[in-house]
């Protein structure tokens, strides 16, 4: 998508690069003093995300999941990747509840979203912030609006909306833009409003289906650079993704999927397989 307005974009966020030297042992903290608030129970011996033998078949017997098992640990930065029609959104789809899996176990931070009664779901969802390819902003709202409203709609008291919508527009790179509404932002600052609205709740996963899929090579980069960061602040990332280059450049663990079934699933990989 070109800037529009004559916006020039910046080359790289605005933030400091935080993705520098890290020890492991201050990851938690960090991430608690930057997103705001710490609400960590997981353990190292207790994986965010467990997938035991999961198929999901549609009401029309397509079968877009095939005995899939997949572990997770927390602080992970997993690509998923395949062809259009592997199952890639099917998964994330079980992952934030919009569908439930057929047969087998899906297993939040300790919980199976199968048998997880519907009232519990906006509390488990509360663990998760999601990322589109299409964005998906209120056009209407600014973007402090857009990101103040993920709050809102959660029943976040008044004082503490503020001080959290700040932070994460500054973590993303947009305090200067904050009152534009998104038809004067480019592409790629629609995404980072998406991928800051999607922080603002301090979740533990961020999952991105195809979030660069309507943005041009440059502002891609820009954006897994952001996403990056913000694992590099004890946040676990799923990201969906056709984008080879960046696939195969960054070296981070590669799920492959191919007709429902995970054909790979490497550490260090590639987007394509190399043997
Ligand atoms: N709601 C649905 N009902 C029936 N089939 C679906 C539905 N959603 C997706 N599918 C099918 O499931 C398969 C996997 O789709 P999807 O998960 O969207 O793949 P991907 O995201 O990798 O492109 C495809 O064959 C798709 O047509
Ligand atoms: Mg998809």
Same mark, same amino acid.
């Given at each position: 998508m070109p800037p529009i307005g004559g916006r020039t974009i910046q080359a790289s966020t605005a933030e400091p690069n935080l993705i520098? $030297?890290? !020890? !492991?042992?201050?990851?938690?903290s960090i991430r608690s003093r930057v997103l705001g608030r710490s609400q960590d129970q997981a353990s190292p011996e207790r994986p965010l995300l467990v997938l035991h033998d999961v198929t999901?078949?549609? !009401?029309?017997?397509? %079968? *877009?999941?095939?005995? =899939?098992?997949? @572990? #997770?640990p927390e602080g992970d930065f997993v690509f998923l990747v395949g062809p259009s029609? *592997?199952?890639?959104?099917?998964? #994330?789809? %079980?992952?934030?509840?919009? &569908? =439930? $899996?057929?047969?087998? &176990? @899906? =297993? %939040?931070?300790?919980?199976d979203l199968a048998h997880l009664p519907r009232r519990q779901v906006p509390r488990i969802r509360r663990k998760i912030g999601i990322v589109f390819q299409d964005f998906k902003l209120l056009p209407s709202k600014s973007v402090w609006e857009n990101v103040a409203f993920a709050l809102e709609v959660t029943g976040t008291p008044r004082g503490r909306i503020g001080p959290a919508v700040d932070r994460v527009l500054a973590l993303v790179g947009l305090t200067d833009q904050a009152q534009q509404v998104p038809s004067q932002l480019s592409g790629g600052e629609q995404q980072r409003t998406a991928i800051a609205r999607a922080l603002v709740h301090d979740p533990r996963l961020i999952? $991105?289906?195809? !979030?660069?899929?309507?943005?041009?090579?440059? #502002?891609?980069?820009?954006?897994?650079?952001?996403?990056?960061?913000?694992? &590099?602040?004890? @946040?676990?990332v799923m990201m969906a993704t056709h984008n080879a280059e960046v696939v195969t450049a960054l070296r981070r663990r590669v799920v492959a999927l191919e007709e429902g079934w995970v054909i790979r699933d490497e550490v260090g990989g590639a987007y394509h397989r190399e043997d």
């Open positions: 520098t $030297a890290t !020890p !492991p042992s201050t990851t938690r999901m078949r549609y !009401p029309n017997g397509k %079968l *877009a999941l095939r005995d =899939v098992d997949l @572990v #997770i029609g *592997a199952g890639k959104s099917t998964l #994330i789809k %079980l992952l934030i509840r919009d &569908e =439930v $899996a057929t047969r087998g &176990e @899906v =297993v %939040l931070d300790g919980q999952i $991105a289906d195809e !979030p660069t899929g309507n943005l041009d090579p440059l #502002i891609s980069w820009e954006i897994l650079q952001l996403l990056l960061r913000i694992n &590099e602040l004890g @946040v676990t």
